[in-house]
């Protein structure tokens, strides 16, 4: 089934915004392994074994059946960004109760996104590297998380999240221009930036080159 990612090619949307609880059970079915793509990449790796993705896109989903009517007031926002918010929010949650009081009172003003974003470096080392695990490959492993680090870390924030929005999450152009707040051909220029400043490092690591192939022509 080709599941559609932008809400004027959902013919089911009116029916949502109706509070069709479950129509919209099977929309959020739909989009439930790119919802699970992103809590596993933005999880923090503290809480691996002890968290699982899956009871985060349960909690996630009965808090936005809850929430339907924000939905509705908040046109005219996608209805897959509007969940990647809603879970999001659950994810940052979820952080609070696990990781004590000083997460809890650290960053309270910023939004779920930017509360993620923190951890975005991070993250996009861990996955970039998790794969290479045999004793044969430690050393390469070592080295190049220091070059990855440091790619990571002087690079400009937004097209740092530009990044994992595309590559990790495997979101569409428009859709992270939607959840940045940016218009697409910034956020399309910001992640051939991203890219290049990275080409170096990531040509060490096998595979990722593949997945950027598979987003050819997502650029809508």
Do not use: C
């Not at 908040?74 to 952080?95: A, E, K």
């Not at 070059?147 to 929005?165: K, P, S």
């Amino acid at each position: 089934m080709n599941i559609p990612t932008q809400q004027d090619e959902d013919p089911r949307l009116d029916r949502v915004l109706d509070g069709d609880t479950d129509v919209f059970a099977d929309v959020f079915a739909d989009h439930r392994d790119r919802l699970w793509r992103m809590v596993h990449f933005r999880l923090d790796r503290r809480l691996q074994g002890r968290v699982d993705a899956d009871d985060i896109l349960q909690e996630a989903f009965v808090d936005a059946v809850q929430r339907l009517e924000h939905f509705r007031t908040s046109q005219p926002m996608s209805l897959f960004v509007w969940l990647r918010l809603i879970v999001g929010q659950t994810l940052v949650d979820v952080h609070r109760r696990h990781l004590g009081a000083q997460m809890r009172d650290a960053n309270r003003e910023m939004s779920p996104q930017q509360q993620l974003s923190n951890g975005t470096s991070m993250s996009m080392s861990f996955h970039l590297l998790a794969h290479l695990t045999s004793p044969s490959q430690a050393a390469v492993r070592a080295e190049l998380t220091g070059l990855v680090d440091e790619a990571l870390g002087g690079m400009n924030d937004i097209d740092r999240e530009v990044l994992a929005l595309r590559h990790f999450e495997e979101l569409t152009n428009k859709e992270v221009a939607e959840v940045l707040g940016i218009d697409r051909k910034a956020a399309s220029i910001r992640y051939v930036r991203a890219l290049a400043r990275l080409k170096d490092v990531l040509t060490h690591v096998p595979g990722f080159f593949d997945a950027d192939e598979r987003q050819t022509g997502s650029d809508a």
